[in-house]
């Protein structure tokens, strides 16, 4: 999973915290990581914005996977849409006839009825 990490040249609450007190950052990544004595950061180190939008970014063949997924989506969803559509025009014309059939009864019942 690619994580974004947090610009702390950027972050105004972060430099306001730890801005002028490198020990405090240190301090709180050895803490929150519980590291052993011998793997405790003594040093920290940032690395520029365009270095870590490289080593998040995605590979061409991560690429090729999503366009490729998303297009498969796409066609299915126009599939089903169609089919949608076709449906919903079908019941629409059984509707009409069926409207239409139910309206010459009742026209052919009032005529009937005056006759009498």
């Known amino acids: 999973m690619v994580m974004k990490y947090l610009d702390p040249k950027a972050d105004l609450t972060f430099k306001k915290i730890f801005g002028n007190h490198p020990d405090r950052l240190k301090n709180l990544l050895n803490t929150l990581q519980s590291l052993n004595e011998n793997e ?17 970014g995605f590979s061409d063949a991560e690429l090729r996977a999503y366009d490729k997924f998303w297009d498969s989506v796409s066609v299915e969803r126009t599939l089903i849409d169609d089919s949608y559509q076709k449906g919903k025009e079908k019941g629409k ?24």
């Open 93 to 116: 014309e059984e509707g009409i006839a069926e409207g239409m059939e139910k309206g010459m009864n009742l026209r052919s019942l009032e005529i009937a009825r005056k006759m009498l």
């Open 40 to 56: 405790l950061i003594q040093q920290q180190q940032y690395l520029p914005t365009t270095e870590e939008l490289e080593i998040s």
